[in-house]
């Protein structure tokens, strides 16, 4: 049986890993791996956080604080270190884990910059430890089934893509008041949400990307948010003066308001409900006028194939989820999907294929149930037991090399966009890539 650690008590931690690793029978919906793998402790900056969750429950996982880790391994001797802290602690966190030649399980993305991530590559060359990043959106049935079919060869050469993402009002609205507003924290959207379809469109594509060229802005959150409270000499606004008004608020947050099922952050809230007074001394709003980073761009991203990729994320859209094009020499497939977040409901995925000369062919993926559309189970039982047939099949386990290009294209949009110019992922991730 393996022994984990954990860095970073987070409500994906919690979830994810702490959870199912502990086995409660109460909590079914995370899974009970308990007979596959043992959490030996715990790392974070809050010991309270730590305490309330050992209580909640009934167990006692040894706390360590954040300048404890080679502690940590000495006495607890893990086999592997699952790294779940805020995104921009990631690197160190890892590159340590590698130096006691441990296992490490990354949380996306796998760091946040270029930098770091060569930092981690090298020290991964130098260890007998590997690192395996948790892109949980290769897992969706639906994702498999494009693998697939481009796989097979359906497509033919692959030549372009489009990819159009849409965060919902809630989702999209909460990056704004938590750690990610922070581009040193999280290195922007980007980067911090971003990542999971870059690595998609590299996965799928087979291909590495070469070369990126965006534009971006911000139009919904921040001080000069049309929605944001008149500017009143000089005196922030408090959170509770930004809800006033706030149509965010007034549709997901306030009292009495129509809340749809939301699958993602509702069950965070609701399961785990611990405090987090160290990492948020004080509420954030989603008006505050240190908010920098974008919510809206359009990029385009050519591949070492020669393929092209248009992108663009909304982090305020009436309804959440993309649309999705890609284009080969030999046919085309396109999808539409609508997560259950959304405000007009669920949509079973629909992936159509169009033979270059043939007749439209529609494929329905069945629905599955679970978090991130049925992605976190499966990848629960690759990660903690071990990879089925087709996971290993269709390459699914995404490591340090993955992790590396999904943030180095995060990194290359918001730096195009910064700098007005074309960003090359070689200049940031090194020549070796
Ligand atoms: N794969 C997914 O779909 C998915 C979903 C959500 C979050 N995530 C990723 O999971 C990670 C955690 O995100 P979250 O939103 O759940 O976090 P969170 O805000 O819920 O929790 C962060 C935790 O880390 C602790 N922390 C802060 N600084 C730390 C440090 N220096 N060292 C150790 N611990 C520290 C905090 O006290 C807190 O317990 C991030 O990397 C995020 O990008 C992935």
Not at 304 to 329: D, F, K, M
Request: with cysteine; aromatic share 10%.
């Amino acid at each position: 049986m393996k022994t984990y650690v954990i860095c970073g008590l987070s409500g994906r931690a919690i979830g994810h890993f702490a959870l199912p690793l502990i086995g409660n029978p109460k909590l079914p919906e995370y899974g009970d791996y308990s007979a596959h793998g043992r959490l030996v402790a715990i790392l974070d900056i809050d010991r309270e956080r730590v305490e309330i969750f050992n209580r909640n429950q009934g167990c006692a996982v040894p706390y360590y604080s954040a300048d404890a880790f080679d502690r940590m391994i000495a006495e607890t001797n893990p086999d592997v270190v699952v790294v779940t802290s805020p995104d921009v602690h990631h690197a160190a966190y890892i590159i340590a884990a590698l130096r006691h030649n441990r296992d490490v399980i990354s949380e996306k993305p796998m760091v946040i910059d270029g930098r770091q991530a060569r930092a981690v590559l090298e020290a991964e060359r130098a260890s007998h430890g590997r690192v395996r990043v948790a892109h949980n959106y290769r897992y969706p049935p639906s994702h498999q089934a494009i693998k697939r079919m481009i796989r097979d060869g359906l497509l033919g050469r692959i030549v372009q893509a489009q990819m159009i993402y849409l965060l919902n009002t809630s989702h999209g609205s909460s990056y704004f008041r938590r750690w990610n507003r922070d581009r040193a924290v999280s290195g922007g959207l980007t980067v911090t949400k971003s990542c999971h379809h870059f690595d998609l469109l590299n996965w799928w594509l087979d291909d590495v990307p070469e070369e990126v060229f965006a534009f971006g802005a911000r139009n919904y959150f921040g001080a000069d948010s049309p929605f944001a409270p008149s500017p009143r000499d000089g005196r922030d606004h408090s959170v509770a003066e930004q809800n006033e008004g706030c149509p965010y608020y007034r549709r997901w947050k306030a009292k009495g308001a129509d809340l749809p099922k939301d699958d993602h952050l509702r069950a965070y809230e609701a399961a785990f409900s611990i405090p987090m007074k160290t990492q948020y001394p004080r509420e954030l709003g989603i008006y505050d006028k240190e908010i920098a980073i974008e919510d809206t761009y359009s990029a385009t991203i050519r591949y070492r194939s020669g393929a092209s990729v248009i992108y663009s994320l909304n982090a305020s859209s009436p309804w959440e989820g993309y649309i999705l094009g890609i284009h080969g020499t030999h046919g085309r497939l396109e999808t539409t999907f609508r997560a259950g977040a959304s405000c007009i409901g669920d949509e079973r995925p629909e992936i159509v294929y169009y033979p270059m000369f043939g007749e439209r062919q529609a494929h329905t993926v069945p629905h599955v149930e679970g978090g991130h559309g049925g992605a976190d189970a499966v990848m629960k039982h690759d990660m903690f037991v071990a990879p089925d047939r087709e996971s290993d099949v269709l390459r699914i386990a995404a490591g340090a090399r993955d992790g590396a290009l999904a943030v180095a294209v995060g990194e290359a949009v918001w730096r195009s966009v910064a700098e007005d110019k074309p960003m090359r992922i070689a200049d940031l991730l090194g020549g070796d890539i």
